[in-house]
């Protein structure tokens, strides 16, 4: 199940490093997270993220991050997915957040927001999904109106993860009704201390301890510089967020995948049933054949979406699109097959595939769900390939000068 031969020493190095961090957390409070009733973030994990440089891996040094590229990102996500899903998400909101704040905001407000944020000192959080519009984002409902040196926010955000324990949220309201929805969008960096308040708190099939919130932007009045890019410019910073915040999603699912793979194979290595090993009947071994090619494939779609994403001037919504929708659906039916294998005992609670099935469901629907993936995917396929030239072979079919 190794995919070292695809990566650099660097991103090895990375990963290693990571894993070794881990190693050495108390992590008994992921038990914890899972109960029905928890609610609260996880902020000692997330500082204990930032205390040790993980918290912004792609981001540049100058501003508190690593330095390194994507691919290292989303291998430490991979590894979060294997200890429990919600930790991937609290530790890649620092990263696609204030990824977007350093490509569109003010050196003034890397200082404010991405330095800090960077060792754990802020908590961040994103505000983007309304109660009305859901994958609709172009068309989000909440306005702000400019008033002297401020912009006034109302609205309302739902399921908003990280939502109770975050001290700023990088949110998107319009600002020009005036124009077509995705033109009128402006994005805003709005403080806890603005006025931004928690309506409800959810209770979640899974993903639970996250904070999952709802939000309520009464006249939060937002200070003119912390505005993130010009005014109407607010998509674009979202379409940028959403491809990182996609593909980290993906490897984390990944990661949760990996783990249930590895519960199934040791399972069926140990269990024996009509006097042999489980793993000797083609009905199990089979599945997991099929479980390990699925999950490195998905590894190997999230590793080609990482590169685009940091070559310049590559627009990689087709590439992270396929990763999120194949990667997440990947997931979730390696997850369910290593319920299976493991019977009954798989449905309790004395081993974590219940919890992973739970907590990876989610994935098919947040960050644009995976109909709205497979939109994107199937649009930038017909893009790129109508574009290239057919093969040699086309002058032998009779049928081919209809298609050229």
Not at 117 to 129: F, N, S
Not at 239 to 267: F, H, V
Not at 381 to 386: F, V
Request: with cysteine; hydrophobic share 40%; charged share 25%.
């Amino acid at each position: 199940m190794s995919i070292d031969v695809m990566l650099s020493q660097e991103e090895i190095s990375l990963r290693n490093e990571f894993r070794t961090f881990l190693e050495g957390l108390d992590l008994s409070f992921i038990l914890r997270m899972d109960k029905e009733d928890e609610k609260e973030f996880p902020k000692d994990f997330v500082r204990a993220l930032g205390q040790n440089n993980y918290l912004g891996i792609p981001l540049p040094k100058t501003v508190g991050g690593r330095g390194l590229n994507t691919v290292c990102a989303i291998l430490a996500e991979e590894e979060l997915g294997a200890l429990a899903f919600p930790l991937g998400c609290a530790m890649g909101m620092s990263t696609y957040l204030c990824r977007a704040i350093y490509k569109y905001g003010t050196p003034e407000l890397w200082k404010k927001y991405i330095i800090p944020t960077m060792k754990a000192d802020l908590i961040c959080a994103e505000g983007i999904t309304e109660p009305l519009k859901g994958s609709d984002i172009a068309r989000l409902q909440t306005i702000a109106k400019r008033d002297g040196n401020h912009y006034i926010i109302t609205g309302e955000k739902r399921f908003q993860k990280g939502g109770i324990g975050a001290d700023w949220f990088l949110t998107f309201a319009r600002t020009n009704p005036d124009v077509a929805p995705h033109k009128g969008i402006t994005a805003f960096v709005a403080e806890r201390k603005h006025g931004v308040q928690v309506v409800e708190q959810f209770n979640l099939l899974g993903w639970r301890g996250m904070g999952a919130s709802h939000l309520l932007f009464k006249d939060v009045a937002v200070p003119e510089e912390n505005r993130v890019g010009e005014e109407g410019q607010g998509f674009e910073v979202l379409m940028y967020l959403l491809q990182t915040e996609r593909l980290m999603e993906a490897a984390t699912a990944l990661g949760s995948a990996r783990e249930c793979l590895k519960i199934a194979i040791r399972y069926s290595e140990a269990r024996e049933q009509f006097e042999q090993k489980i793993r000797e009947f083609q009905g199990i071994s089979f599945k997991i054949a099929d479980m390990a090619a699925t999950l490195d494939a998905g590894r190997l779609l999230c590793l080609r979406a990482a590169k685009v994403i940091d070559e310049e001037g590559k627009r990689p919504n087709r590439e992270v699109a396929m990763a999120k929708f194949y990667s997440t659906e990947a997931a979730w039916n390696i997850i369910d097959q290593a319920l299976q294998i493991l019977g009954g005992i798989g449905y309790t609670d004395y081993y974590p595939i219940e919890r992973f099935l739970r907590d990876v469901r989610v994935a098919k629907i947040y960050t644009g769900t995976n109909e709205i993936m497979r939109e994107l995917t199937q649009r930038g396929t017909y893009d790129e390939l109508l574009k290239e030239k057919p093969s040699p072979a086309w002058k032998l079919w009779k049928g081919s000068k209809n298609l050229m």
